[in-house]
């Protein structure tokens, strides 16, 4: 009998699997790669699914063992939070790979695709590609919980004026919405003389403090309230307040220089017209064109106030106009104002036209009034001025009407205004009735001024139609070219944006 035995032929370089018989490449295991996987799991010990924790007031991820970072969705850095999740179990590993696999936004879903390698059996070196699962659970964090708990804060600005009209207090808004410093606050409140800022600390305060002090002319004082000890450890808990003033002067306002600061300001003449106020405040003399800028240093040490209160303004009508063009000036005389001309005009009341009476002074608007034109001014004759430093001037140095500004009509310059404002998202109590007509003063200011329009962000109204930018009185306009498109970005349902 003859036994036939069958040979298997092997493939130079290859070998039999030890334990399915496969021909493979030569492995210090002599096994199949699917052999070696189904007894040896490289990703044991690896969780599968993990949960995170989200803030979904302030859009924040929390990072053990107590911070809270703000992450885009497939970011880089959350990413990196993921894989601090599992840090210790892959520390077993040679991480190769990590990426996210796409899932929806509002899956409360993370999926992070792991390529790992790790030697096993006599020294042969397995990769494995799985997918770990990440749950986004909803926690509030620290600093929202205390917002809503309304304990929150650890520190307040109080930001006050004395004075009767806000148009520096609009300023100062359009100035904190431009450079963001409304960020970090947690709340606004607007009451009758001022603005509070709260914040969640005092390094924040402080720093809106330093704002302040480099925008208008300011001075500040700080205080701290002891709110809770812990003997043990030596911790103290302490409520902030800082209480800023800013100078009671706004544009538009005529003062009065004491003696000895007009004489330090180029011997100008101590009744003034406040034509601008940014980090200091601008004076010009309507009798000499002179001009002079005072910080807040200089007006604390040598302090003055407004002479008129600003319902105090009356029309008058431009009866004769003409132009001063060769003025002596007195040695020692300051800069001279090249934007203005100076003009010695007659003018009536519009409410004494059934009258005779006229009134004589010098204006810095000589170049803006014409015969027949409006003017709003101050009747410095028939008021009472009650100031420490007008008692002490002669009676020929005061003038009888200090003219302001050029009137128009109100309501078509509302009408043709096809640009706005954004505002800062505050809390009101207590508001005044005239506050719009403040408020479209302060509007009609950034038109004529340009100086203070340019650091405001002016926004197109798109539902204005565009005109030309002067109207048929010749209303001072804001060019095209000075506003910013306004852009709003939604959200669909399905987390797309939309602009």
Same mark, same amino acid.
């Not at 479209?440 to 962000?457: P, S, T």
């Given at each position: ?8 032929t092997?493939t130079?370089?290859?070998?039999l699997?030890?334990?399915?018989g496969?021909?493979?490449s ?19 010990g690896i969780?599968?699914?993990v949960?995170?924790?989200f803030?979904?007031q ?9 911070t809270?970072?703000q992450c885009a969705l497939?970011?880089?850095e /959350?990413?990196a939070?993921?894989?601090k999740?599992i840090?210790?179990p ?5 991480l190769?790979?990590?990426?996210f696999v796409?899932?929806?936004p509002?899956s409360k879903?993370l999926k992070v695709?792991?390529?790992?390698q790790?030697?096993?059996m006599?020294?042969?070196?397995l ?6 699962d990440y749950?986004?659970q909803?926690q509030?964090?620290?600093?929202c919980?205390?917002v809503?708990a ?12 004395k004075t009767?009209h806000?148009?520096t207090?609009?300023y100062?808004e359009? /100035?904190?919405?431009?450079y ?10 607007e009451i009758?003389?001022? /603005? ?8 924040h305060?402080?720093k809106?403090?330093?704002?302040l002090?480099?925008t208008v002319p300011t001075?500040?004082?700080a205080?701290q309230r ?13 409520k ?6 800013i100078?009671?002067?706004c544009?538009?306002?005529v003062?009065c220089l004491s003696?000895k ?8 003449n ?7 106020v940014?980090s200091?405040?601008?004076?010009i003399d ?16 040598h302090?003055?106030n407004s002479?008129? @209160?600003?319902r ?9 106009c003409s132009?001063? &063009?060769?003025?002596?000036?007195s ?10 001309? /100076?003009g010695e005009?007659?003018?009536?009341k519009?409410?004494e036209?059934?009258?005779d009476?006229?009134?004589?002074c010098r204006? @810095?608007?000589g ?7 409006l003017?709003l001014?101050f009747d410095?004759?028939?008021?009472n001025l009650?100031?420490?430093h007008v ?9 009888d009407?200090?003219l302001?500004k ?6 078509k310059?509302?009408r043709?205004r096809n640009?706005k404002?954004?505002?800062?998202a505050k809390?009101r109590?207590n508001?005044?009735a005239?506050?719009? &007509?403040?408020y ?10 340009e100086a203070?329009?340019?650091n405001?962000?002016i ?6 139609p565009v005109?030309?930018d002067?109207?048929d009185e010749?209303?001072?306009?804001i060019?095209?070219a000075?506003m ?7 959200q669909?349902?399905?987390g797309e944006?939309?602009?």
């Amino acid at each position: 009998m003859e036994y036939m035995t069958e040979s298997v032929t092997c493939t130079p370089g290859h070998i039999l699997c030890c334990d399915c018989g496969v021909p493979i490449s030569p492995n210090p295991a002599n096994i199949c790669v699917a052999c070696l996987r189904s007894k040896v799991d490289i990703s044991q010990g690896i969780p599968k699914q993990v949960s995170i924790s989200f803030c979904k007031q302030c859009q924040r991820y929390f990072q053990p063992p107590g911070t809270w970072i703000q992450c885009a969705l497939e970011s880089r850095e /959350l990413l990196a939070l993921c894989l601090k999740k599992i840090k210790a179990p892959l520390s077993k590993v040679r991480l190769v790979d990590a990426s996210f696999v796409w899932t929806e936004p509002h899956s409360k879903r993370l999926k992070v695709k792991l390529t790992i390698q790790k030697e096993v059996m006599n020294g042969a070196i397995l990769q494995q590609v799985f997918v770990v699962d990440y749950v986004v659970q909803p926690q509030m964090c620290g600093d929202c919980h205390r917002v809503e708990a309304k304990d929150f804060w650890k520190a307040v600005v109080q930001v006050r004026q004395k004075t009767l009209h806000k148009k520096t207090f609009y300023y100062l808004e359009q /100035l904190i919405l431009k450079y963001g410093m409304h960020q970090n606050t947690l709340r606004i409140k607007e009451i009758h003389d001022g /603005l509070d800022f709260y914040y969640s600390s005092k390094q924040h305060a402080q720093k809106m403090v330093e704002f302040l002090q480099c925008t208008v002319p300011t001075r500040y004082k700080a205080s701290q309230r002891l709110i809770s000890q812990d003997i043990h450890s030596n911790t103290y808990n302490y409520k902030s307040t800082f209480s800023v003033e800013i100078v009671p002067i706004c544009k538009d306002n005529v003062v009065c220089l004491s003696s000895k600061l007009a004489q330090s300001l180029g011997n100008m003449n101590q009744i003034c017209v406040c034509i601008r106020v940014t980090s200091v405040i601008h004076l010009i003399d309507p009798n000499t064109l002179q001009v002079a800028d005072i910080d807040g240093n200089t007006f604390w040490s040598h302090p003055f106030n407004s002479l008129c @209160h600003p319902r105090q303004l009356e029309e008058f009508i431009v009866m004769d106009c003409s132009i001063v &063009r060769d003025l002596k000036r007195s040695a020692g005389a300051g800069m001279i104002s090249k934007k203005h001309t /100076l003009g010695e005009v007659w003018v009536q009341k519009t409410s004494e036209m059934n009258t005779d009476k006229q009134y004589f002074c010098r204006t @810095h608007l000589g170049h803006l009034l014409n015969p027949g034109d409006l003017v709003l001014g101050f009747d410095l004759a028939n008021c009472n001025l009650n100031d420490e430093h007008v008692n002490k001037m002669k009676s020929d140095r005061i003038p009888d009407v200090v003219l302001i500004k050029k009137s128009y009509d109100r309501t078509k310059r509302q009408r043709r205004r096809n640009w706005k404002l954004k505002e800062l998202a505050k809390e009101r109590e207590n508001m005044d009735a005239d506050n719009e &007509r403040q408020y479209q003063d302060f509007l009609e200011d950034l038109e004529e001024d340009e100086a203070i329009r340019k650091n405001v962000n002016i926004y197109r109204d798109s539902t204005i139609p565009v005109e030309s930018d002067t109207d048929d009185e010749g209303a001072p306009r804001i060019s095209l070219a000075e506003m910013l498109e306004d852009l709003h970005i939604s959200q669909d349902a399905t987390g797309e944006e939309e602009c």
